[in-house]
Nanobody, 115 residues
Framework: QVQLVESGGGLVQPGGSLRLSCAAS????????MGWYRQAPGKERELVAR???????YYAESVKGRFTISRNNEGTMVNLQMRSLNAEDTAVYYC?????????WGKGTQVTVSS
């Protein structure tokens, strides 16, 4: 089992920045990828960014060039640096971990972009 706890959400003005963090605990040595999803009101949950244990990164087109995902060497922490935020980035952001077929989710953290 893997437990994921997100932090760093909040209210930010358009054009601002925010950094999300996710700490993994439990049987973390089996984690082969971690990422961030988001779900806006009335929309489906979507993949924002993912990083593999080998360091390969994936970004949704809508966040390329604005968001950066990173992790620690142990693979127990993943961060999402978000820049140039706009209203379309408003959503609940969920941390995700994939452990050889088993998928784990955090409870989510709200990000609101508003003036």
């Amino acid at each position: 089992q893997v437990q994921l706890v997100e932090s760093g959400g909040g209210l930010v003005q358009p054009g601002g920045s925010l950094r999300l963090s996710c700490a993994a605990s439990g049987i973390t040595f089996r984690i082969n990828a971690m990422g961030w999803y988001r779900q806006a009101p009335g929309k489906e949950r979507e993949l924002v960014a993912r990083i593999s244990i080998g360091g390969n990164e994936y970004y949704a087109e809508s966040v390329k060039g604005r968001f950066t995902i990173s992790r620690n060497n142990e693979g127990t922490m993943v961060n999402l640096q978000m820049r140039s935020l706009n209203a379309e980035d408003t959503a609940v952001y969920y941390c995700n971990a994939n452990s050889y077929g088993d998928v784990y989710w955090g409870k989510g953290t709200q990000v609101t972009v508003s003036s």
